[in-house]
């Protein structure tokens, strides 16, 4: 999904670019989440001991050490890669980097709510790194918006889902209450809605857009409630409305 999003910002921006430098742009967004995502595994492997013990460190598929290794390796070839484009994707990849870094061991994971806006942050960084590889990150905006703010509620509704295994961090539920952050994502996934035909009247995607996204802003709505009547595995539903979206900017791009 990374890669689309980098991918999508270049389709959205008009101009060319060589398929190698493409190419590297969307290794490079890839790699820089696969390195936050493995060094977030590496990190919160007590955690998800009781929370996710599936995954691969809790059920014994991989060492610690071992997932450490593997994400520096996949931060570092992110970096490259993304020098490889131009030089201002190599700054957005650079920034990319420190931010998942000061959210792992600086200590925005323990700081609520700024931890949270640093990952939703580093999301609609995906789009402007499209942009960014095409020369111009300007016609990304509005895409890298929306995805800021519903992933900024994602990322909510995901910390009062993990609460209870929660046991080394005081995320922003623990510090305001669960019902004050329901409340929050709530109200975050109805300004996603409603800022859902941005693309479409700065005219960076087609009409066909608004038509795509139209499923989204439903199960959006659908969260809404599920969240305001403390239902479980919201954080699902939010994934497939974002994926949506994705092929919504898709069809928007190429029409």
């Known amino acids: 999904m990374s890669g689309f999003g980098v991918g999508l910002g270049m389709l959205a921006t008009p101009g060319e670019i ?3 430098s493409a190419c590297c742009a969307i290794g490079c967004g890839m790699l820089i989440t696969a390195g936050g995502n493995t060094l977030n595994d590496y ?3 007590d955690i ?3 929370n996710h013990p599936q995954r691969p460190i ?5 060492r610690r050490w071992t997932a450490k290794m593997l994400a520096v390796g996949e931060l570092l070839a992110g970096l490259i890669l993304g020098r490889i484009v131009n030089e201002a994707c190599g700054w957005v990849a650079l920034l990319a980097v420190a931010a998942l870094v000061a959210y792992e061991r600086g200590g925005l994971k323990n700081a609520g709510l700024p931890g949270n ?3 939703s942050l580093l999301t609609g960084l995906l789009f402007l790194a499209g942009g960014t590889a095409m020369g111009n990150p300007w016609p990304t905006a509005s895409l890298a918006l929306l995805a800021f703010v519903a992933s900024l509620g994602r990322e909510i509704a995901k910390d009062i889902e993990d609460i209870r295994g929660d046991t080394t961090r005081r995320t922003w539920p623990m510090r305001v209450g669960v019902r004050p952050a329901r409340l929050a994502a709530s109200f975050l996934f109805a300004v996603a809605a409603l800022l859902s ?3 479409y009247l700065l005219r960076t995607l087609s009409i066909w857009y608004l038509y795509v996204v139209m499923p989204a802003n439903v199960v959006f709505i659908w969260i809404i409630f599920a969240l305001l009547r403390s239902k479980e595995g919201i954080s699902r539903w939010t994934k497939g409305a974002m994926l949506i979206v ?3 900017f898709l069809v928007g791009a190429l029409t």
Request: hydrophobic share 55%.
């Open 48 to 50: 998800d001991l009781v």
């Open 197 to 199: 035909p941005l693309p």
């Open 43 to 45: 990190y919160d492997a």
């Open 117 to 119: 806006v640093a990952i």
């Open 18 to 20: 060589a398929p190698l």
């Open 58 to 62: 809790p059920s014994g598929r991989i």
């Open 246 to 248: 994705l092929v919504a």
